[in-house]
């Protein structure tokens, strides 16, 4: 498995550029609401398109660079994953159905047994 090794250390651009990025999607909110009267469409793309431009900018900095490397070795990690056939799944979903109701039929039993003890006990019934 290849290791990537990236530096940690966060420096001061980097830290401007995540205060820029989170200061561009709270403005690009803020402009969502401020423009109202205009159509949900056209907001909806101007939100998008400065979400996209924020998360580009994030992904400069050292974090993001961090972020990136995490997600494409959680993607071979799944990638290599054996999953389970439709039969397998349909199989063990039975069998937890199965074993979920045998249990709920226990513990009707083990309540039954000790409300008839308690009202035998309190002399209420039984």
């Known amino acids: 498995m290849a290791t990537t090794t990236v530096d940690s250390q966060s420096s001061l651009p980097d830290t401007i550029k995540l205060i820029i990025a989170v200061l561009l999607v709270i403005l690009s909110l803020g402009g969502f609401?401020?423009?109202?009267?205009?159509?949900?469409?056209?907001?909806?793309?101007?939100?998008?398109?400065?979400?996209?431009?924020?998360?580009?900018?994030?992904?400069?900095?050292t974090r993001g660079k961090n972020l990136v490397a995490f997600m494409g070795g959680a993607r071979m990690e799944v990638r290599k994953m054996v999953w389970p056939?439709?039969?397998?799944?349909?199989?063990?979903?039975?069998?937890?159905?199965?074993?979920?109701?045998?249990?709920?039929?226990v513990l009707l039993i083990v309540d039954s047994i000790l409300g008839w003890l308690v009202k035998l006990f309190l002399g209420t019934g039984g």
């Open 33 to 61: 609401y401020y423009f109202s009267e205009s159509s949900l469409l056209y907001r909806v793309l101007g939100l998008l398109a400065v979400v996209i431009a924020a998360s580009a900018i994030a992904f400069t900095t």
């Open 85 to 105: 056939t439709r039969v397998e799944t349909m199989q063990t979903t039975l069998i937890v159905i199965v074993m979920v109701a045998l249990l709920a039929v």
